[in-house]
């Protein structure tokens, strides 16, 4: 299986910062790689599919890079609304692994 | 509006079954591949199952094959999840979602992602 790591864990940062999350794969899974954000008691919503493409709807302070085994999600300028876990996800390989999530909070 | 809604948890003892559905809308359901993803109390999201478009295609993580089935009908716009021999690690909620397969053109490759999600149905596996 593909094990999916993400750092850090948490962090903590407050409105207007730009945040960085990364994601590595433990094998090459190309751009096979999606993220997640998810809210308490709330389905996942995507965000970004294929590495840096940004899903429908979503705000373009989200960005998403990276290839291969490492990739990172920015939030250039961090909005109330974006306190949440974040996931990244690949679909390189079944099975369908995420990584551990990442908690933004204030 | 493309909507998914989930039903069918509850309280279950170890050892039993439950069925899980999902309900589709505003989609043409069979079209798409489906996915269950579950999600255990305080912990991360877990890939469950897949099934193709016309249902004979199903792929399912290791710790649930031989004791869970997806299945889907598509004159019912519906999905589901045949849980069987519960265990209490089953206890989760479960997160029904379309697997969109995107290409941006010819000769490209195919990218595959989860875009639309339901709400989530609770299964809880206790004595």
């Known amino acids: 299986d593909i094990q999916m790591t993400q750092s850090p864990s948490s962090l903590s940062a407050s409105v207007r910062d730009r945040v960085t999350i990364t994601c590595r794969a433990s094998?090459?899974?190309?751009?096979?790689l999606n993220w997640f954000q998810q809210k308490p008691g709330k389905a996942p919503k995507l965000l970004i599919y294929?590495?840096?493409s940004l899903q429908s709807g979503v705000p373009s302070r989200f960005s998403g890079s990276g290839s291969g085994t490492d990739f990172t999600l920015t939030i250039s300028s961090l909005q109330p609304e974006d306190f949440a876990t974040y996931y990244c996800?690949?679909?390189?390989?079944?099975?369908?692994?995420f990584g551990q999530g990442t908690k933004v909070d204030i | 509006e493309v909507q998914l809604v989930e039903s069918g948890g509850g309280l279950v003892q170890p050892g039993g079954s439950l069925r899980l559905s999902c309900a589709a809308s505003?989609?043409?359901?069979?079209?798409?591949?489906m996915s269950w993803v579950r999600q255990a109390p305080g912990k991360g999201l877990q890939w469950v199952a897949n099934?193709?478009?016309?249902?004979?295609?199903?792929y399912y993580v290791d710790s649930v094959k031989g004791r869970f089935t997806i299945s889907r009908d598509n004159a019912k716009n519906s999905l589901y999840l045949q849980m069987n021999n519960l265990r209490v690690e089953d206890t989760a909620v479960y997160y029904c979602?379309?697997?969109?397969?995107?290409?941006?053109?010819?000769?490209?490759?195919?990218?595959?992602?989860?875009?639309?999600w339901g709400k989530g149905t609770t299964v809880t596996v206790s004595s």
């Open positions: 979602a379309r697997f969109l397969e995107y290409t941006s053109g010819r000769y490209l490759p195919f990218y595959y992602y989860m875009d639309v």
């Open positions: 505003g989609i043409t359901f069979s079209s798409y591949w």
């Open positions: 099934v193709n478009p016309d249902g004979y295609d199903k």
């Open positions: 094998q090459d899974i190309s751009r096979y």
């Open positions: 294929a590495a840096s």
């Open positions: 996800q690949q679909s390189y390989a079944i099975p369908l692994t």
